[in-house]
């Protein structure tokens, strides 16, 4: 899995690409987390390059969602594929997050309280 950071403003788009699973997860909850707990930031999570995604990976989406909110910032996911979307459905996360199709929609959304 790689990790792509940008900053723009107040926002902070990653882009992760390959498989969030066990083995990728802890690289990823490591570095979000972080993102997440920044003084009133905004993280926009990009998984138009996410190939798949395991529980744990779900795990992590969930703690930095939860970590974000707690540092009054905003958090949104953006450019599912079909099959993540599928998992997210059915995992009952799309109705707890903020989740955009397309990720040029997450940048406005993202600053909106």
């Given at each position: ?41 905004n993280l ?28 009054q910032g ?40």
């Amino acid at each position: 899995m790689t990790i792509d950071e940008t900053i723009s403003d107040d926002r902070t788009i990653v882009a992760l690409s390959g498989r969030l699973e066990a083995t990728t997860a802890p690289q990823a909850e490591q570095r979000l987390l972080a993102l997440a707990t920044a003084p009133a930031g905004n993280l926009i999570l990009d998984l138009s390059g996410l190939d798949y995604i395991s529980s744990a990976g779900l795990r992590v989406i969930l703690m930095v969602a939860k970590r974000a909110k707690a540092a009054q910032g905003q958090f949104v996911l953006c450019g599912m594929n079909e099959q993540i979307r599928t998992i997210f459905e059915v995992s009952g996360f799309l109705t707890i997050l903020r989740v955009v199709e397309d990720c040029t929609d997450a940048l406005p959304a993202a600053g909106a309280a």
